[in-house]
Nanobody
């Protein structure tokens, strides 16, 4: 699976951005899809995931929404009410066999996109 993320940019605090991630392959619907982020000097952290259900990090609950379009092989991350602490490189991830308890661990995801930078100014 090859992943191509897009949609990052510079936005003011309180604003919104939508990230997209296009995936290659014919079995997209079989994959758990997700987003991680990495801020400067910090470890990579889980943001959200989706298969049939969704899961969110506490820091983004109520502000971010993950969704997928299986016909278009695309997963989205709608980010609202952005804060300066959301500034990071955002990575799209995919895995066909990851178990739920491992979603938050970046080591368990097989496929990673190239990352897209989100900068939130105060």
């Amino acid at each position: 699976v090859q992943l191509q993320a897009s949609g990052g940019g510079l936005v003011q605090a309180g604003g919104s951005l939508r990230l997209s991630c296009s995936a290659s392959g014919r079995t997209f619907s079989n994959y758990v899809m997700g987003w991680f982020r990495q801020a400067p000097g910090k470890e990579r952290e889980f943001v959200a995931s989706i298969r049939r259900n969704t899961r969110y990090a506490d820091s983004v609950k109520g502000r971010f929404t993950i969704s997928r379009d299986n016909a278009a092989n695309t997963v989205y991350l709608q980010m609202n009410s952005l804060k300066p602490e959301d500034t990071a490189v955002y990575y799209c991830v995919a895995d066909a066999a990851i178990i739920y308890s491992s979603y938050g661990d970046p080591r368990h995801w097989d496929y990673w996109g190239q990352g897209t930078l989100v900068t939130v100014s105060s």
